[in-house]
């Protein structure tokens, strides 16, 4: 290694003698003000002239010829934004590494803002989110409950029955709805008359409750019982507090089903089910059938205990979240919890129905599993808890399976939809779930297998998927037409 490479990546190491002031407006954000002294400047004005010296065009001298001092006069104005940019990535750099705290965003920097001046040092600030800090409760040996349950052939005959709708066929009928039947709408959603949301020929079944993404049917089944094909029904519904659109929470609006058709269901006997998934018996049914409701048994398991233990984790966690934080998690938690069922196996029917309960209150929702997540991680870090490479292998295996798809076209959607990170943080965390029930003592509690259903559900934002509400009219008029306000079609 010659001399000129041991400089150059000497000086490259050099640290900036930063001045820091970090400090704390909550739990969970810092303030930060970073001052970069007048000399650290000019070394890496001057690293950048170095190179730019030897190749630089002068008028009126040769190129790489002119002498520095005419370069830096002439060049300075123009290299700034590139001696900017590298200050402040490598102080933001520096700063990470040198501080004590975590960071869990990028900082809210606006580069723009950021100005090299003239003489005297450079001071830029940062508002960045942060890993709050806090005494790790006690999570070993804790005393909790486990749905338990041996599953009998009458169980495993009953849960077949209940698969004997989700295989049949459906055939339209010149009759009255009943319950359970199943019907084919047009949905339109209204506010103060206009027309917010319309989805059209949806299939649904009739049960009692209709979950909706932003609002709750209930007494669906009441409604539509006794009505007819071209028969159109309506009913005033409250939209979530924590509905997408801003403008209709709390809200309450009306519905309008217009029933297009009835179908009923045609039974199936277990052969044709087992024939229908490819299985050479009945017997062999039942044994898939018996893999599935363990599946499910083990998913109760998980979640009933990590409730458990997320409340005794959780209960002195007192510190506040950022609102800004807890809107993008959410989104993650709605994955994780997702993804967790769909590992489980349950049908995408159960999975949009628990994605529509979580949404009407995520927030809060959010704000629980969020404290969780950081006990969870803080007792990982402590315990060495990692994820391996084939962790990710099982689980992207096992909803391969659950989809009937294969793990390479799993892998690649979850990566295409940035949810690898949630898959990793349900593994992580998942591991140390395990590791608190290791130690923990059980009390043994019914398992209630095949319930019944009550509830069906669709993917539809009644209050639509934006900030839409209509404008009021003026006295005297119409209201002036406001822009993209054409009814919103999931």
Known sequence: MNTETSEAEAEEKTKLNLSVE???????????????????????FSKQFDELVPKAEVPGFRIGKAPRQLVEKKFRKQLSGQVKGSILMDSLSQVSETEDFSAISEPDLDFEQVVIPEEGDLTYEFNIEVRPEFDLPKWKGLALERPEREFTDADIDSHIGNLAQQFSDLAPVDDAVKASDYVVCNITSRFDGEDINTKDEQLIQVRPTLSLADATVEGFDKLLI?????????????????????????????????????????????????????????????????????????????????????????????????????????????????????????????????????????????????????????????????????????????????????????????????????????????????????????????????????????????????????????????????????????
Request: with cysteine.
């Open 22 to 44: 970090v400090k704390q407006t909550s739990a969970c954000e810092r303030h930060v003000t970073v001052t970069v002294p007048r000399g650290d400047i000019e070394r890496y």
């Open 226 to 490: 006794g009505a007819h094909a071209d028969d159109r029904k309506t009913v005033n519904v409250e939209i979530s507090e924590h509905a997408e659109n801003e403008n209709l929470r709390g809200k309450t609006i009306e519905l309008e089903f217009e029933i297009l058709d009835v179908k009923r269901v045609e039974g199936k006997t277990p052969e044709e089910i087992a024939s229908q998934l490819g299985l050479e018996s009945v017997d062999k049914l039942k044994e898939l059938v018996r893999s599935s409701m363990e599946e499910r048994l083990q998913y109760a398991q998980r979640e009933t205990i990590r409730n458990q233990i997320s409340k005794v984790l959780t209960e002195s966690a007192d510190w506040e979240l950022p609102p800004d934080l807890l809107r993008r998690q959410s989104r993650r938690e709605l994955d994780r919890a997702v993804m967790e069922m769909r590992s489980s196996g349950f049908s995408e029917q159960e999975l949009v129905a628990r994605e529509n309960t979580l949404r009407k209150n995520i927030l809060e929702k959010t704000e629980t599993l969020l404290k969780e997540h950081f006990i969870l991680e803080r007792i990982a870090e402590e315990e060495k808890v990692e994820d391996e490479p084939g962790d990710y292998e099982i689980e992207i295996a096992r909803i391969a399976m659950q989809q009937q798809d294969s793990p390479r076209r799993v892998r690649a959607r979850l990566e295409r939809a940035g949810q690898m990170d949630s898959l990793r943080n349900m593994i992580i965390e998942r591991k140390v779930i395990d590791l608190i029930t290791e130690s923990a003592a059980f009390k043994g509690t019914e398992y209630e297998t095949n319930p019944k259903p009550d509830t069906t559900a669709l993917t539809y934002f009644a209050a639509g998927r934006k900030n839409q509400i209509p404008e009021a009219k003026y006295d005297g008029g119409e209201a002036e037409p406001v822009p993209g306000m054409k009814p919103e079609r999931d």
